[in-house]
């Protein structure tokens, strides 16, 4: 059985009430279609090596 999820159901946003600001970070980029497209590119062309990050604002520590 398939769920369908409403944007305006205020429990599908329960499992971000607590989340860190690097969390949050990744829930929105993870549903970027551009992040996504870079990031298969860059998987097939690096072989799954690590890449630059920064690119996208992202900083680890």
């Known amino acids: 059985m398939t769920m369908v999820w409403s944007?305006?159901?205020d429990a599908v946003?329960?499992?971000l009430r607590d989340?860190?600001?690097a969390g949050l970070?990744?829930?929105w980029l993870r549903r970027d279609p551009n992040y996504i497209a870079w990031?298969?590119?860059a998987s097939r062309i690096t072989g799954g090596r690590i890449v630059d990050p920064?690119?996208?604002g992202l900083h680890f520590r």
């Open 54 to 56: 920064r690119p996208w």
């Open 39 to 41: 990031h298969a590119r």
């Open 7 to 9: 944007w305006q159901d």
């Open 19 to 21: 989340i860190d600001r």
């Open 25 to 27: 970070m990744w829930e």
């Open 13 to 15: 946003y329960l499992c």
